[in-house]
């Protein structure tokens, strides 16, 4: 039949642990990799200099990509 694994004293069948993986992973919460961090800038034309910054690198970014 199918293997098996022995985890703290118990016998695991190999599917069993696959079901268990896929449980943990649709329990955990999803997070949005696409939100940047906040800036923390001393004042408002700091803030509005490294958002500049930023689009101008991202544009940069993705033209070199493709």
């Given amino acids: 039949m199918g293997g098996f694994y022995t985890i703290a004293g118990r016998k695991m069948?190999?599917?069993m642990l696959g079901l268990y993986g896929l449980?943990?992973?649709a329990a955990l919460p999803k997070t949005d990799k696409t939100q940047n961090p906040p800036i923390n800038a001393a004042n408002e034309d700091e803030g509005k200099f490294v958002q500049e910054f930023l689009k101008s690198f991202e544009?940069?970014?993705k033209k070199t990509a493709h």
Avoid: R, Y
């Fill in 59 to 61: 544009a940069e970014e």
């Fill in 13 to 15: 069948v190999l599917g």
């Fill in 23 to 25: 449980g943990i992973k």
